[in-house]
């Protein structure tokens, strides 16, 4: 696990051991919730409804609904970092081009009903709750780490700075894909497309931009020659 998810995840108060079956049933239920019903009908008397518990058994494992939130972002994010090492390590994807693999790992994944609602029902809990936000903002880091990573790789004229700036571009650029072309939205049958021009557009820039653009800096000039 990545150093910033690590720092996020704090040892919580609380009864309830992963694994356990009825743990997973609850957080099973919990996801199911958020997913399809959004954060508004997230409580723990729905989410007892749903795997069929009591409200007090949901109670002895997450006294607060705020722990249970922690928890199951925990597995989120933990079952996310290991979706995007193993599309990374397949040897037979896109030439073995990394970059190239996780902008279309991203993009097949906002494509699903499942990352497409999860992630705009966290968005909009992170305006009001500081956990998901911490959550997130550790997911955001590590995944534009390692994208700084394989821009500097792409581009070795690049400073790290330089090569930071160029990850966030990319990053916000795939990832906001996900209010217009994920899953039912409105252009979602413009996917294909989309990522097509994603991953050849975007490596492209990895690979060709120059210091000088990202600041914004004149040409040089060019130097005529005496015939």
């Given at each position: ?154 581009n070795p004229a690049l400073s790290h700075d330089d090569a930071a700036v160029v990850a966030i571009f990319i990053y916000g650029a795939v990832d906001g894909m996900t209010m217009f072309s994920g899953y039912n939205r409105p252009w979602a049958s413009c996917m294909p497309g989309v990522k097509n021009i994603a991953i050849k ?27």
């Open positions: 696990m990545s150093d910033d998810l690590k720092t996020a995840r704090r040892r919580k108060p609380g009864v309830y051991s992963r694994g356990a079956e009825t743990v997973d049933a609850i957080l099973k239920a919990a996801l199911h919730v958020l997913v399809e019903e959004g954060a508004g009908a997230f409580t723990l008397q729905r989410i007892a409804t749903e795997c069929g518990l009591k409200v007090g058994h949901v109670n002895h494992h997450f006294p607060r609904k705020e722990m249970l939130v922690e928890v199951l972002l925990d597995e989120i994010l933990l079952a996310g970092e290991k979706q995007v090492k193993w599309a990374m390590e397949q040897p037979d994807f896109l030439a073995g081009d990394g970059l190239a693999r996780l902008i279309a790992h991203i993009l097949d994944d906002v494509s699903t009903k499942q990352t497409a609602h999860l992630f705009t029902e966290l968005w909009a809990m992170a305006n009001h709750n500081q956990v998901v936000a911490d959550r997130l903002e550790a997911l955001h880091r590590h995944v534009h780490r390692l994208i700084t990573g394989m821009v500097e790789q792409l557009g975007l490596v492209d820039l990895a690979k060709t931009i120059t210091p000088a653009e990202i600041a914004n800096l004149p040409p040089a000039p060019i130097k005529s020659r005496n015939i």
